[in-house]
Nanobody
């Protein structure tokens, strides 16, 4: 069993930055992903990282602006978000599972953290 707790969301102006954190407890040698869901839209993939950080994937919409990383000693995964735009406004979710994937078929999910980008 894995428990995931996101933090770091908030309100930021367009062009600004935020860093999200996802603290994991329980088994932590899992691939991890970040997803987001905007009001009225389906949850979408943002970024993912393999269990030991050797591989990363990004959605086209965030490539070059967002960076996913992990610190296994702290059981924490990060999402550094730069040059934020209003369309990045969403609830951001952390997910964990045995397979690195860009679909939402992860086994464990956090409760989400709100990111709001004002224009």
């Amino acid at each position: 069993q894995v428990q995931l707790v996101e933090s770091g969301g908030g309100l930021v102006q367009a062009g600004g930055s935020l860093r999200l954190s996802c603290a994991a407890s329980g088994r932590t040698s899992y691939a991890m992903g970040w997803f987001r869901q905007a009001p009225g839209k389906e949850r979408e993939f943002v970024a993912a990282i393999s269990a030991y950080g050797y591989a990363t994937y990004y959605a086209d919409s965030v490539k070059g602006r967002f960076t996913i990383s992990r610190d296994n000693a702290k059981n924490t995964v990060y999402l550094q978000m730069n040059r934020l735009q209003p369309e990045d406004t969403a609830v951001y979710y952390c997910a964990a599972g045995p397979v690195l994937r860009m679909s939402n078929e992860y086994n464990y999910w956090g409760q989400g953290t709100q990111v709001t980008v004002s224009s």
